[in-house]
């Protein structure tokens, strides 16, 4: 095949590129963009280095660097004793192509195992009134200040922790959970695994505890991102019948004998015993005691969800049930969902070692570690106390917010549009009672871009629901907006 004509290439601009490149890559990007642009086709010969060298004005070395670049890269092939030719397969995007299948193509269908469906929780950050629940208020977040633990834990990088390994944890952050949980929760004595938030933790647990023989017991009305990682193991759900109060342990009672009669033991009670989800009630003592001594009986152990302990506006909140737990049967579950944001991802577990263990081996497969800037930051962030100062402005701010919802509530009452409320002692929500259908309630909000929950979402047996009770976060919203969605929904 014959040399091409060196005018192909834009020569011109190879002596004005105005960055300092080595000449040998801007011959090699200029060959490149004239195969690209099908100058010279595949299999043509380009012109030897000496020719190349000349047209040039440069030295042989450089055309050869150029020619090797381009060979490294797949765009020309070296023939021996005949020259350089453009490659026969392009690596026009990338990757090297290849020659399509053209038979026996069928109709290919994914064959799913897993419930694939997309999740009920909706997102309520596109309505103009946000009383979604367990909503934080985010733009009270210190983004500056958290911005110094982020710049500082990339200008001084623990370079053995940015690496594999390490999978419970980033060990500053584990430290520093490890000391908060003993001051505020009076949780001592466990292992701490670092989790991609809670759903993490509850998928992970479910996968190693859980299977399609067994089943897990839950309060009637819940938390559904819960229920769907245990579904996802093969379990069922069982709703245990819960009243003012919380969980009744004598139908947890009855619901284990009834599970092993149909082959379907209770291996897992998951609880939220601090604010119950949706209600926020307080589980008493006694309950607690009762529900314990069952699970130890029935060999069970138990999920405490404390999601958002931090925020209890009335004494210090119950100490959890993992405080008290000589059969080591409770796993506790926090969240920097509440106290940050749940885009932060950052959440944990506080177990006994002989679950721990299983629990870091599961989480290698499921993504080795959480991110250990983030994970870097908040140990900074917490070390410095900026995070504790942080949670006493916010407990502050939604206290009041929380008193401010009371008032307008009893205001409405006094109206006769709500019939009953109880005032939480701690949380980010109330649970309200109607004295008309709180579905249609949610609907008519909606369509004034208000974001409430209703009764019936909460319940695992839809059936159960009266159609009376709605849930109003407060802590997400300014005083203002709380005044002003509730006029939309009750007015
Ligand atoms: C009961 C409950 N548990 C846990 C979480 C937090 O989940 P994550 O840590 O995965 O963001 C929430 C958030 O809404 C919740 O309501």
Redesign the pocket.
């Known amino acids: 095949m014959k040399a091409l004509n060196l005018s192909i290439l834009p020569v011109a601009s190879l002596n004005n590129d105005g960055q300092k490149r080595a000449k040998y890559l801007t011959i090699s990007q200029a060959i490149r963009d004239a195969i690209k642009d099908g100058k010279v086709k595949s299999l043509e010969q380009l012109p030897s280095a000496r020719q190349l060298a000349l047209q040039l004005n440069t030295n042989r070395h450089t055309i050869m660097a150029a020619f090797n670049e381009l060979i490294a890269q797949g765009w020309i092939v070296s023939k021996e004793r005949k020259g350089y030719f453009v490659a026969e397969d392009l690596p026009v995007n990338g990757s090297k192509k290849t020659k399509p299948i053209t038979q026996n193509v069928s109709n290919f269908r994914w064959e799913f195992t897993k419930n694939v469906e997309s999740s009920p929780i909706q997102s309520a950050v596109k309505y103009r009134y946000n009383f979604a629940?367990?909503?934080p208020d985010i733009s009270l977040f210190p983004f500056n200040e958290f911005k110094s633990y982020i710049s500082d834990a990339f200008s001084r990088p623990n370079l053995g922790e940015l690496n594999y390994g390490n999978t419970a944890g980033y060990s500053p952050l584990i430290e520093q959970i490890t000391e908060y949980l003993r001051r505020t929760r009076a949780l001592t004595g466990r292992d701490i695994v670092i989790?991609?938030?809670?759903?993490?933790?509850?998928y992970i647990l479910s996968q190693i505890l859980l299977s399609g023989g067994c089943s897990v017991a839950t309060e009637a009305m819940?938390?559904q991102?819960?229920w769907r990682s245990f579904i996802s193991s093969g379990a069922s759900v069982v709703s245990i019948k819960q009243d003012t109060k919380g969980m009744i342990p004598e139908a947890l009672e009855e619901a284990i004998a009834r599970q092993i009669k149909i082959g379907l033991p209770i291996k897992l009670i998951y609880l939220?015993p601090l604010h119950q989800?949706p209600t926020t009630v307080t589980l008493p003592i006694n309950r607690r005691h009762a529900i314990y001594r069952i699970a130890s009986a029935h060999n069970i152990a138990i999920i405490e969800?404390d999601?958002?302990h931090e925020y209890h506006y009335r004494c210090q909140p119950l100490a959890p049930m993992a405080s008290d737990d000589p059969n080591r049967l409770v796993i506790y579950?926090?969240?920097?969902?509440?106290v940050m944001f749940?885009g932060a991802?950052?959440?944990f577990m506080a177990l006994d070692r002989t679950l721990s263990n299983a629990v870091v081996n599961y989480k290698t497969i499921v993504n080795h570690k959480v991110s250990v800037p983030m994970q870097d930051a908040i140990a900074r962030w917490m070390q410095a106390g900026d995070f504790e100062r942080y949670l006493r402005k916010t407990t502050k701010i939604y206290h009041q917010r929380r008193d401010f919802m009371v008032q307008q509530l009893a205001h409405y009452q006094g109206l006769g549009k709500v019939k009953s409320f109880a005032v939480p002692d701690g949380g980010m929500a109330m649970w309200v009672e109607l004295n008309q259908s709180a579905k249609w309630l949610a609907k008519k909000a909606a369509n004034s871009h208000i974001f409430i929950q209703q009764e019936e979402q909460f319940f695992v047996d839809k059936a159960q629901s009266k159609d009376r009770f709605i849930r109003l976060g407060f802590a997400g919203m300014s005083i203002e907006n709380i005044e002003l969605g509730l006029k939309l929904i009750f007015e």
Not at 195 to 202: C, I, K, R, V, Y
Not at 333 to 338: A, P, V
């Open positions: 629940g367990g909503t989790t991609n938030g809670s759903q993490e933790a509850l819940g938390y991102p819960a939220t989800y969800d999601y958002d579950l926090s969240t920097f969902s509440k749940p991802r950052i959440g």
